[in-house]
């Protein structure tokens, strides 16, 4: 999704504007496609593919490789001021070096929503998962939770949606993006290309939501949130599959949900654990890594990314020990 052309008014909404698009051919053949956005750390650009290169043809080391190297050449050649590509990768290599920010995930779980039948679906799932979706679809209807598409709502009424995903971060531990962010992707992408799919309490408030994007019948369930409360009635899983089954009666197949455990992100294991009820097995995916154009700028960013590192668990120790 993030390598097509609707994507791009979302992120010229934001600033990122498109640096470069390139075809790779082999013989005559297209091999792969990727899409440059410029993006800036601390006042440096870097240029970032999202989950890009696209690779139509065989995916080999030395492609990737090869491919790397003319990216690397081009953007030297056209704008010296770039300290990094950020790219996906399926092989590692010496010069490809870990995420300066955000993270990457290289694991996902896909539910096949193909058979467009809920019983078919579920079918398809782990025990545990088929058990788990038909337990929070009736508890959810017990506490009476309400679902709907909401992509139409308005800006009012999105900030008191964005409120859960608040709580949501307070909870887990992580820093959302500002409400703006959602917004902007939500009308940006258009109801074509994204979809916003809230659950409400009883009474009418918001408790868990998710923002879906959509390409070629093909869905990603892009940003999600919960409160306390309707963890109580297995608000997320009751919310996921009702997103499966409204989404496979439209005519898509596929629902990921993006991102599971990883080697090279522990951190997401736990929130895998959870996902992986909804497909037979793990689908790899391309991870992100981070290719430097100028050395001495990239450690010089490293460096100073480490520094603020070891200053906030100076701090947080500090902190636990008062």
Not at 28 to 47: N, P, Q, S
Not at 190 to 205: E, I, S, T
Not at 230 to 240: I, K, P, V
Not at 252 to 262: E, I, N, P, R
């Amino acid at each position: 999704m993030e390598q097509t052309i609707p994507w791009e008014a979302f992120e010229a909404a934001r600033g990122n504007q498109v640096w470069g698009r390139y075809v790779y051919e082999d013989g005559g053949v297209v091999v792969a496609y990727v899409m440059f956005l410029v993006y800036e750390i601390v006042g440096r650009r870097f240029l970032w593919a999202k989950h890009g290169p696209v690779w139509f043809k065989e995916q080999s080391p030395e492609r990737e490789a090869h491919l790397r190297e003319l990216l690397q050449a081009e953007v030297r050649r056209r704008d010296k001021s770039v300290v990094f590509l950020r790219l996906a990768a399926a092989f590692s290599a010496p010069d490809l070096h870990p995420l300066l920010n955000s993270i990457t995930y290289d694991h996902t779980y896909i539910a096949d929503l193909s058979p467009r039948d809920p019983e078919a679906i579920a079918a398809a799932m782990p025990k545990d998962g088929r058990r788990g979706v038909r337990r929070a679809q009736r508890v959810a209807a017990a506490a009476g939770a309400t679902f709907a598409d909401e992509s139409d709502l308005s800006r009012h009424e999105f900030e008191k949606v964005y409120q859960v995903l608040t709580e949501t971060a307070e909870r887990d531990g992580f820093t959302p993006h500002p409400s703006e962010v959602y917004w902007q992707m939500l009308t940006f992408l258009g109801p074509k290309h994204a979809r916003l799919f809230v659950m409400r309490d009883a009474q009418g408030k918001p408790q868990a939501w998710n923002l879906i994007t959509i390409y070629q019948r093909h869905t990603w369930a892009y940003y999600g949130a919960s409160s306390n409360e309707s963890r109580a009635y297995r608000g997320a899983e009751a919310l996921d599959w009702w997103c499966m089954r409204t989404l496979a009666d439209e005519g898509c197949v596929s629902y990921d949900l993006m991102g599971a455990g990883s080697v090279r992100v522990p951190e997401l294991y736990s929130v895998g654990q959870y996902k992986k009820r909804y497909a037979q097995r793990v689908t790899e995916v391309d991870g992100s890594w981070d290719m430097p154009l100028r050395s001495s700028a990239f450690l010089a960013l490293r460096s100073a990314k480490e520094a603020k590192g070891h200053l906030r668990s100076l701090a947080a120790r500090a902190r636990s020990s008062s």
